[in-house]
């Protein structure tokens, strides 16, 4: 096992400061929300959330979100051309585990 290189452990260190960062962001939005949910109930006034909140939320969110995307690896292609076209059409659509000998066809054949 080869130890990571030190831009590999850098950028999952900054990977991990990003989706922290992301969590406290909408955790710090969520403790606002409760706050002004509590006093806008307290003023009996129906107001929309404040911009703030909404924004700091969705930051937090894109940041958790690029830094699980980022996390993960290289995408691979979703074109399967080069994997199925060895395989004959039969075999792509074969699935031994839904195949099934022990159904009710076994005891509507014994009553006729």
């Known amino acids: 096992l080869e130890s990571p290189s030190v831009s590999e452990s850098t950028q999952r260190a900054m990977q991990r400061v990003q989706a922290a960062v992301g969590l406290l962001l909408m955790f710090h939005s969520l403790i606002s ?12 006034s129906e107001e929309s959330p404040p911009l703030d909140i909404i924004v700091e939320c969705l930051i937090g969110m894109g940041l958790c979100v690029f ?42 054949s014994k009553i006729r």
């Open 67 to 108: 830094a699980t995307i980022s996390a993960s690896g290289n995408f691979l292609p979703i074109k399967a051309a080069p994997y199925a076209a060895k395989m004959s059409f039969e075999t792509i659509g074969y699935r031994p585990d839904f195949v099934i000998f022990n159904h009710r066809g076994k005891a509507l």
């Open 33 to 44: 929300m409760q706050h002004f949910r509590s006093f806008a109930n307290a003023t009996e």
